[in-house]
């Protein structure tokens, strides 16, 4: 069993299960705020939205091993929803193993399985890590546990007939769609913790444990870089897909210094259809001072592009927008001001978005992002057309 990752921590249920009860959990510290509303209310509604955002399973249990939440990457990993898995003492193991993790819980343990054998709803097997903890309740006794899921793929065995054309393709756009996503939901996790950090005093505790989710976003994006040249294999490309890696996540600790920056007077326009990137991406170019107009949809962009009353300085927009290439809705939104500034934004890598039109030398900001990156590219797009630029 691997070493223990953390200290006794403070985790406010009611941002996961929605019940008003407060317990300690042993390995992960995780604190909602003071409970007196404000700072502490948004704290504990971020905590939810991470919590459904995570691209890993993430499980909690009663201390009779029966599931009481279970996020969305657990539905689609394991095919149980929700309400299916709160009926069972932890479906993704067999008996065996169940019992063995809840001897571990009860007895206070917490650490990581490097190898663990689950299973789905539809009998097939899960390989992959399995990390776990203990919850303990108000009064330090252990009510339940907690469980991250960390799948592996693994090539199939030697000798095996190779699939058809038809489910090679069909592979590549559902691997594709799983890119996407993940990488949507890391940039979301790492930018929303990276604002709870700069909120938090410099010595404030729950900094060391923003800490570790921002290195969990890493080691998913490397999870999400494996795929992708899994993807290009498949197409027989060259392994290396053109996604540069993604970029160490700041340090909780030196999140927000800096932050004294004088005030953008410039105006962006966000069009991401994804709500929690979005969100992300608005608020963190707000906080530094731009005027910022969002667009989950092409029609929502180019309403904007027609009735805003100044000039729109620069469109970051999402490259795979369900409706239309955020490539030829660039085009479009230019076609009424050639000054305007294009960044897009991918989970897809430069290699993969040739086919949409990106050449080697457009903008391009790749998720997952870090807040630090996103503004520095935005600074550098704009720098040039400020006043004070040489």
Do not use: C
């Not at 027989?236 to 004088?262: C, D, K, L, Y």
């Not at 991918?346 to 990106?358: C, D, E, F, P, Q």
């Amino acid at each position: 069993m691997a070493a223990p990752y953390g200290g006794a921590a403070r985790v406010e249920e009611n941002s996961l299960n929605r019940k008003r009860r407060t317990t300690t959990a042993t390995g992960v510290r995780v604190s909602a705020g003071d409970g007196n509303g404000g700072a502490g209310a948004e704290a504990g509604a971020i905590l939810s939205m991470l919590f459904e955002a995570s691209p890993l399973p993430i499980i909690v249990h009663d201390g009779d091993g029966f599931v009481r939440s279970w996020n969305r990457a657990a539905e689609t990993l394991f095919g149980f929803t929700a309400d299916e898995a709160r009926a069972l003492p932890l479906p993704i193991l067999g008996g065996e193993a169940r019992n063995d993790l809840m001897v571990r819980v009860r007895a206070g343990q917490h650490g990581r399985l490097g190898h663990a054998v689950m299973r789905r709803k539809d009998g097939r097997d899960v390989h992959g890590a399995l990390t776990f903890a203990d919850v303990r309740d108000a009064a330090g006794k252990v009510s339940g546990g907690v469980v991250i899921v960390e799948p592996t793929f693994d090539e199939p065995a030697s000798g095996g007939a190779p699939p058809d054309g038809h489910r090679v393709e069909a592979a590549q756009r559902t691997l594709g769609g799983i890119v996407h996503d993940l990488k949507n939901m890391l940039s979301a996790v790492r930018g929303f913790a990276t604002v709870i950090a700069e909120d938090l005093p410099h010595d404030h505790v729950a900094r060391g444990d923003i800490e570790q989710i921002l290195k969990a976003v890493d080691r998913g994006a490397q999870l999400a870089q494996r795929l992708l040249a899994l993807r290009g294999e498949w197409q027989s490309a060259v392994a290396a897909t053109g996604a540069s890696p993604s970029p160490p996540a700041a340090s909780a600790r030196s999140a927000g210094r800096g932050r004294a920056v004088p005030a953008r007077a410039e105006t962006v326009l966000v069009v991401e259809d994804d709500e929690l990137v979005r969100l992300m991406t608005v608020k963190v170019l707000r906080r530094r001072g731009f005027s910022v107009l969002e667009a989950s949809t092409v029609a929502q962009a180019e309403e904007h592009a027609r009735g805003h009353a100044g000039r729109i300085d620069l469109v970051l927009t999402d490259v795979g927008l369900p409706e239309l290439s955020g490539v030829e809705l660039a085009r479009r939104l230019r076609a009424g001001s050639e000054s305007m500034k294009i960044l897009y934004m991918t989970g897809l890598g430069r290699a993969v978005m040739a086919a949409h039109g990106v050449t080697s030398d457009t903008a391009l900001l790749e998720k997952p992002f870090s807040p630090a990156l996103l503004l520095e590219r935005v600074d550098a797009m704009l720098a040039p057309n400020r006043p004070d630029s040489s």
